[in-house]
């Protein structure tokens, strides 16, 4: 079992910056792939980043490219999402997942093991 912990998220001014983690435990974090993913009232969990075991190879959804980073520590078990130039339609409920059976994707149905989300709101 994989037991994800999402932190960081709280209320932002448009054009600010946010870190979010994900602490992982149980099943040995430096295996897997790892994805972030967000979901905003009324509409569907959507992809937002991810990366391989390693964090040698990313991908990002086009919304947020050349803003988001993600990226990995795996001696503290802790992937991170780095927000910057955040704006109102980056407000959602963020969630981590985990995968164990290849690489990063920017599917939802991929990930078998998901965080109980943290919440950014970005004011106007």
């Known amino acids: 079992q994989v037991q994800l912990v999402e932190s960081g998220g709280r209320l932002v001014q448009a054009g600010g910056s946010l870190r979010l983690s994900c602490a992982a435990s149980?099943?040995?974090?430096?295996?897997?792939?790892m994805g972030w993913f967000r979901q905003a009232p009324g509409k569907e969990r959507e992809f937002v980043a991810a990366?391989?075991?390693?964090?040698?190879?990313?991908m990002y959804a086009d919304s947020v490219k050349g803003r988001f980073t993600v990226s990995r520590d795996n001696a503290k078990n802790t992937v991170y999402l780095q927000m910057n130039s955040l704006k109102p339609e980056d407000t959602a409920v963020y969630y981590c997942?985990?995968?164990?059976?290849?690489?990063?994707?920017?599917?939802?149905?991929?990930?078998?093991?998901w965080g109980q989300g943290t919440q950014v709101t970005v004011a106007s």
């Open positions: 149980g099943r040995s974090f430096s295996r897997s792939a």
């Open positions: 997942a985990a995968r164990y059976d290849g690489g990063s994707s920017n599917r939802r149905n991929d990930y078998s093991y």
């Open positions: 990366l391989t075991w390693d964090g040698s190879s990313t």
